[in-house]
Each structure stands twice: as structure tokens, then as C-alpha cells.
T-cell receptor, first 112, second 116 residues
């Protein structure tokens, strides 16, 4: 079993729909990252959180440390949101670098 | 600032050939990483360098070597390429951010490598 599991693996939506991508992890963590990768493109960090909720534009990320679960929500989805969304966690414990463990990614396609 | 840069963007090798992938960052980060991304596998850590002068193996180090040339540069070498090393390779860097140990990682654009 992977340390970081995402669901669904593939998600298709119509423009305007509310989207939720889930991430569950099995280890203690100090931080969780949500990343975005456009087709053929680079990887961009969307959020980094260790508790509660963060919002940026139409994107909202939440985390429940007790349940070891995080969700990424996209409100009023748009075709330009089509991308792979990747969840990654940094394990707990004192280190001076940010070694991450990644989920397999969720492929999101938003149709006009 | 250019962020994290990688060269080359594309490369085709024959089995047994060698090559070095270059990575540089201009954000004065201490830590640098090399990942490979394969369909259905997600990103996997090959090697990392927590700080200048140190390197350590990640999840999939076999067939690779690295050099942390200085604080800015971290190269990945394939000594004898194999078809199993066909992948997209990403370099990343990170450091502490503000007052929180956030370790946000900044990624390069990737190198698409095909080994025939």
C-alpha cells in the first residue's frame, strides 16, 4: 500500500462544476503539499499546509491531521483547470530538508 | 530570477551511452532533489542533496550518480543508460520559508529522456 493515496485517479467535469480531489496518507506528517502539472508542462506548488484550510482564488485545500486526510476543492471549474493534481507529504521528524513522498496524481479534465 | 533551470529539455540515448543532466537554481536554496516521473508511478526521488557538500540516495538511485557542484548546481549522471531509465526527470529545490519549516519545493521544467 502506498504511503500517499489519491482519489479519484481520473476525474472528468463540466465547466462550472465543483470538484473535489482527495488525498489520504498513512504516516505522521509535518506538512502536505498540493501541486499542479499541466500537460507537457512543469510542476507548480499550489498549497502547503499543516493544519486547517487555505484558499487561493477558486482553489481551497483542507487537511484533517487526525484522520490523515486532505482535500483539494475547485469551485466554478474551468477548462484551464485541466491538469494533473498531485498530493505530497513531508514526514514528521526533525530534518533540515524537505524530502517528499508523492501520490500518483489525479488527472482532471474539465469540458466546456 | 529564473528559478530552477534544467538542460537539456529532450534527449535520446542509445543503450549503454552516458549523459549528464544539469540543474541550477538561483534562489539560494540549500536543498536540491532529482525525481523521475513515470506513467502510473508518480514522482519518485532518485537522489537529494540536503545542503552543499552532501548527497544521499532516494527511493530509486540504482543506475544514477549525482554531484552537488556548488550551492546552485546539482547534476544527475547516467553512466550506462538502459531503456528502463526512459522517463521525465525533474530537478527541484527548497529551503526554509519565513518562520515556518514549510519546505515548499520549486521544480524545473523537466527533461524528457528516451533510451533506445
Amino acid at each position: 500500500k502506498n504511503e500517499v493515496e489519491q482519489s479519484p485517479q481520473n476525474l472528468t467535469a463540466q465547466e462550472g462544476e465543483f470538484i473535489t480531489i482527495n488525498c489520504s496518507y498513512s504516516v505522521g506528517i509535518s506538512a502536505l503539499h498540493w501541486l499542479q502539472q499541466h500537460p507537457g508542462g512543469g510542476i507548480v506548488s499550489l498549497f502547503m499546509l499543516s493544519s486547517g484550510k487555505k484558499k487561493h482564488g477558486r482553489l481551497i485545500a483542507t487537511i484533517n491531521i487526525q484522520e490523515k486526510h486532505s482535500s483539494l476543492h475547485i469551485t466554478a471549474s474551468h477548462p484551464r483547470d485541466s491538469a494533473v493534481y498531485i498530493c505530497a507529504v513531508k514526514g514528521a521528524g526533525g530534518t533540515s530538508y524537505g524530502k517528499l513522498t508523492f501520490g500518483q496524481g489525479t488527472i482532471l479534465t474539465v469540458h466546456p | 530570477n529564473a528559478g530552477v533551470t534544467q538542460t537539456p529539455k529532450f534527449q535520446v540515448l542509445k543503450t549503454g551511452q552516458s549523459m549528464t543532466l544539469q540543474c541550477a537554481q538561483d534562489m539560494n536554496h540549500n536543498s536540491m532533489y532529482w525525481y523521475r516521473q513515470d506513467p502510473g508511478m508518480g514522482l519518485r526521488l532518485i537522489y537529494y542533496s540536503a545542503s552543499e557538500g552532501t548527497t544521499d540516495k532516494g527511493e530509486v538511485p540504482n543506475g544514477y550518480n549525482v554531484s552537488r557542484l556548488n550551492k546552485r548546481e546539482f547534476s544527475l549522471r547516467l553512466e550506462s543508460a538502459a531503456p528502463s531509465q526512459t522517463s521525465v526527470y525533474f530537478c527541484a529545490s527548497s529551503d526554509l520559508e519565513g518562520y515556518t519549516r514549510s519546505y515548499e519545493q520549486f521544480f524545473g521544467p523537466g527533461t524528457r529522456l528516451t533510451v533506445l
